[in-house]
């Protein structure tokens, strides 16, 4: 629900570089997004699509990298994938895990001209 | 605009004054809550195979031509957001201020819990209060007839505060050393979790009214909180609401967060409450002077 603002930023940060790097045009924007962010992709692309009408990234795809969950369970102490905070550790059966990825919400790079 | 909740190009109000914007680029966009960041230093990637994104997708920039060019970027999405909290920390720790980020569903009796706690804690400490809603100043209202300092957000169709906000909020607030800071976030149990303000502990209310499933259908916010109020206590002999299956789901996503189980209208538990805001601010003073 909160993905307009996250377009917003994604926007903010390609205008941030175009004043930097100086390019006029935006091909394509690639993100990093954890499987635990809290991120519709979906409706990331859909505002996206909005906020970027009449800005140097109109052009812009959305290139989006899903970055698996994972973690260390804190009673077995062995790495575990997550995919949702509600999962327990399938060797022990604790819930206690500490995530070690899949929470990112990064702009890696831009495809530019 | 948003389909699902509302979230639009809209206008933010503090105490019913737009907040100001500070960069409009473009006019379409009325809605830029953030301004630019300082200057990074952006490296252009010159040659391909140090491009970390050809190594994970290969095959993946077949649309790159040679008309264009890649630049690596390597940022937070919220990186702004989180540069705001960060200032926001440091002029919290610089006052002594301890901020508390209250979040729950709307109708889980925030208000009147705060109400409640101002009332039991304006003897031992100088309180201000934060109030985000999408509309009204009601809840301001609310506030300010205990006597307390409050500011009202109007996030327009904005779903959450941001740290920007609070940023703008404080420039407006004159908040005493070594006060208590509450701030109400909108009512609303997943977007407000992705956005730190630079409070200290994130608080979040579940009243016994709502199913007891929630921390396991919003596990985002219960992932994000430091402490559980069960509110509305009172009410269970009314209802067939299951406290101890509740706490087992929070404790599913978040398995040291603390539960006290309260009731603000007849105020059992407050004292617990009001114990765990003293041990926390303590905690949160001494680990500053170190």
Known sequence: MHELSL????????????????????????LEIGQLACVE???????????????IAQEAKLE??????????D????????????MACPRCGGYAVTITQGEEMRMNALEVK | MCTTCGCGLSQIRINNKPMRIQRQSHQSLTYRPLRPSPAQNHEPIKDPASNPLKAKNPGRRDHQTSETRMIKIERDILAENNRYATQNRHYFSAHRIFALNLLSSPGSGKTTLLVQTIQMLRNLYPIAVIE??????????????????????NTGKGCHLDAAMIDRALQQMHIENNSVL??????????????????????????????????????????????????????????????GLAIEYAHRINPSLPVIQIS?????????????????RRATAGALRQ
């Open chain 2, 264 to 280: 603000a209208t007849h105020g059992s538990g407050m004292t617990a409450w009001l114990e765990w805001i003293e041990a926390c």
């Open chain 2, 132 to 153: 985000g809603d999408q509309q009204t100043d009601h809840d301001a209202t609310r506030i300010r007839a205990t006597g307390a300092p409050a500011v009202q957000i």
């Open chain 1, 7 to 30: 377009a917003e930023n994604i926007l903010q940060l390609i205008e941030d570089a175009a004043q930097q790097q100086h390019f006029t045009q935006v091909e394509a924007v690639w």
């Open chain 1, 41 to 55: 992709h979906e409706s990331l692309r859909f505002f996206f699509n909005s906020v970027k009408k009449d800005t």
């Open chain 2, 182 to 243: 509450f701030i109400e976030n909108v009512g609303n149990l997943v977007c407000p979790a992705s956005f730190d303000l630079g409070e200290a502990h994130k608080v979040i209310i579940l009243s016994v009214t709502e199913g007891e499933d929630k921390p396991l259908k919003y596990p985002d916010m219960f992932q994000a909180a430091d402490l559980l109020l069960l509110n509305k206590c009172d009410l269970l002999p009314h209802l067939t609401f299951d406290t």
């Open chain 1, 75 to 86: 009673r077995c102490h062995q790495t575990i994938a997550v995919n949702s905070y509600d």
């Open chain 1, 64 to 73: 989006i990298i899903t970055i698996t969950g994972q973690g260390i369970c």
